[in-house]
């Protein structure tokens, strides 16, 4: 009996033990819970804070860039360029322009007539390479127009084509002046004789028909051996070269004449 109670009490002792641990255990639980809550409540709190910190950055840089747009003068946000870059024209344009050797001698006589408007008008800077029998452009300080550099080509050009000074300075002068060339064979192939009579109907006596075309049309026109070229605007160096290319088909001179006429009439209708 004394071993059986012995027996009763250990395990009397176990189930006073069990309870006990698991009351321990959860209690030890227990306050272990609401912890991870209260740390995610202020992590939402914390991430609040932050989201509504972010979303007010853009509209204060928004308001600071819209400032920084109005203060600047360009609706597009970007700084206007400096005066001295908007004036400047690009450095270094070189030109070359090849001149024939016969008319070389007569490039030696005008010279001072060639080079004075284009340094006076365009700014450019010019020299007559006589190794090279060229005359070579180039851009300056003075420099404005930016289109200087081609005017002053056209110009050598025509003269080099054979136009005179003062015809060829109308090209620095007007921006609607054109250079056209073509040849005689490329409207009908001819040759010997028949060449020559086109030729002859082109320039007619003493360069009457010449002159004629040239006055109807507004135009100036070179005949050099069996190249033409026209010097004018658009419309006047077509009405030319019809009428050009009608006297090498072999339309007489007297046809043509009327023809200038009446395109003459209507020319002055519409001005």
Same mark, same amino acid.
């Given at each position: 009996?004394?071993?059986?109670?012995?027996?009763?009490?250990?395990?009397?002792?176990?189930?006073?033990?069990?309870?006990?641990?698991?009351?321990?255990?959860? @209690?030890?639980?227990?306050?272990?819970?609401?912890?991870? &809550?209260?740390?995610?409540?202020?992590?939402?709190?914390?991430?609040?804070?932050?989201?509504?910190?972010?979303?007010?950055?853009?509209?204060?840089?928004?308001?600071?860039?819209?400032?920084?747009?109005?203060?600047?003068?360009?609706?597009?946000?970007?700084?206007?360029?400096?005066?001295?870059?908007?004036?400047?024209?690009? #450095?270094?344009?070189?030109?070359?322009?090849?001149?024939?050797?016969?008319?070389? &001698?007569?490039?030696? #006589? *005008?010279?001072?007539?060639?080079? &004075?408007?284009?340094?006076?008008?365009?700014?450019?800077?010019?020299?007559?390479?006589?190794?090279?029998?060229?005359?070579?452009? @180039?851009?300056?300080?003075?420099?404005?127009?930016?289109?200087?550099?081609?005017?002053?080509?056209?110009?050598?050009? /025509?003269?080099?084509?054979?136009?005179?000074?003062?015809? /060829?300075?109308?090209?620095?002068?007007?921006?609607?002046?054109?250079?056209?060339?073509? *040849?005689? #064979?490329?409207?009908?192939?001819?040759?010997?004789?028949?060449?020559?009579?086109?030729?002859?109907?082109?320039?007619?006596?003493?360069? #009457?028909? @010449?002159?004629?075309?040239?006055?109807?049309?507004? &135009?100036?026109?070179?005949? /050099?051996?069996?190249?033409?070229?026209?010097?004018?605007?658009?419309?006047?160096?077509?009405? /030319?070269?019809?009428?050009?290319?009608?006297?090498?088909?072999?339309?007489?001179?007297?046809?043509?004449?009327?023809?200038?006429?009446?395109?003459?009439?209507?020319? @002055?209708?519409?001005?």
């Amino acid at each position: 009996m004394a071993h059986k109670s012995h027996r009763q009490k250990a395990l009397q002792a176990q189930l006073e033990a069990q309870p006990a641990v698991s009351l321990v255990s959860q @209690k030890s639980k227990k306050p272990s819970v609401p912890k991870p &809550t209260e740390s995610m409540d202020v992590d939402d709190d914390d991430v609040l804070i932050q989201s509504s910190s972010a979303d007010a950055g853009p509209s204060n840089a928004t308001v600071t860039g819209g400032a920084a747009a109005e203060g600047s003068s360009s609706g597009s946000g970007f700084k206007p360029l400096p005066q001295s870059q908007t004036n400047g024209v690009l #450095k270094g344009e070189f030109r070359r322009i090849p001149i024939p050797p016969h008319r070389m &001698t007569p490039l030696k #006589k *005008e010279w001072v007539n060639l080079y &004075t408007p284009m340094v006076d008008m365009l700014g450019l800077q010019v020299r007559m390479n006589t190794m090279r029998r060229s005359v070579e452009l @180039k851009t300056s300080g003075h420099t404005v127009d930016t289109g200087a550099i081609q005017k002053g080509a056209d110009f050598v050009k /025509a003269f080099s084509l054979g136009f005179e000074v003062n015809d /060829a300075l109308a090209l620095l002068r007007l921006d609607d002046l054109y250079l056209d060339s073509f *040849e005689i #064979k490329d409207v009908k192939t001819l040759h010997g004789d028949h060449l020559s009579r086109a030729i002859g109907r082109i320039a007619g006596e003493g360069g #009457k028909v @010449k002159f004629s075309i040239e006055n109807a049309s507004r &135009t100036r026109i070179v005949l /050099a051996d069996t190249h033409i070229h026209i010097l004018g605007s658009v419309q006047n160096i077509k009405i /030319a070269r019809d009428a050009i290319v009608s006297l090498i088909l072999g339309s007489p001179p007297g046809k043509v004449y009327a023809h200038l006429k009446m395109v003459g009439a209507r020319m @002055k209708q519409r001005f």
